[in-house]
């Protein structure tokens, strides 16, 4: 039997398993939600924010693209009963670094469409703020 066969039946009776990565962290499903609001912010899910937030779950998060469609629907469905100051406040005891990535993932959402509304900036600068980061410390490059 091929191991993508027993993968996709092991997938049945446990979940997707970028699912089950996401429900099990409640600080990757709180950045997941923000960013995913981030996408959001200007009313249109463009698909470079879309191929932003791909690329942030895989490599950030080690979270496959044959996840990301139930990653999605897990977080629309989790999202109902989580605002964005809930998220938020997950990360304020985290360290200084770890607040600063959540913040450049979500500058790069913001500037994928090569347009920055002004809900994603205020919701950027929000956001910041909440951190306790400062704009200039999301553009300086990560050590």
């Given at each position: 039997m091929s191991t993508g066969l027993l993968a996709q039946i092991r997938s049945l009776f446990?979940?997707?398993p970028g699912v089950r990565k996401v429900a099990d962290d409640p600080v990757l499903t709180a950045e997941l939600l923000l960013l995913f609001r981030m996408i959001l912010a200007d009313g249109v899910a463009s698909d470079s924010e879309m191929a932003a937030f791909?690329?942030?779950c895989?490599?950030?998060f080690g979270i496959g693209d044959?996840?990301?469609d139930a990653v999605v629907e897990y977080l629309n469905d989790f999202g109902y009963e989580t605002n964005g100051s809930?998220?938020?406040a997950l990360f304020q005891d985290l360290d200084v670094e770890r607040r600063r990535l959540l913040a450049r993932h979500?500058?790069?959402i913001a500037k994928a469409d090569a347009h920055l509304a002004e809900n994603e900036v205020k919701l950027l600068r929000r956001t910041l703020d909440l951190l306790g980061v400062s704009p200039v410390e999301v553009v300086k490059p990560a050590k």
């Amino acid at each position: 039997m091929s191991t993508g066969l027993l993968a996709q039946i092991r997938s049945l009776f446990e979940g997707d398993p970028g699912v089950r990565k996401v429900a099990d962290d409640p600080v990757l499903t709180a950045e997941l939600l923000l960013l995913f609001r981030m996408i959001l912010a200007d009313g249109v899910a463009s698909d470079s924010e879309m191929a932003a937030f791909r690329r942030i779950c895989a490599e950030a998060f080690g979270i496959g693209d044959d996840s990301i469609d139930a990653v999605v629907e897990y977080l629309n469905d989790f999202g109902y009963e989580t605002n964005g100051s809930q998220a938020i406040a997950l990360f304020q005891d985290l360290d200084v670094e770890r607040r600063r990535l959540l913040a450049r993932h979500m500058a790069d959402i913001a500037k994928a469409d090569a347009h920055l509304a002004e809900n994603e900036v205020k919701l950027l600068r929000r956001t910041l703020d909440l951190l306790g980061v400062s704009p200039v410390e999301v553009v300086k490059p990560a050590k």
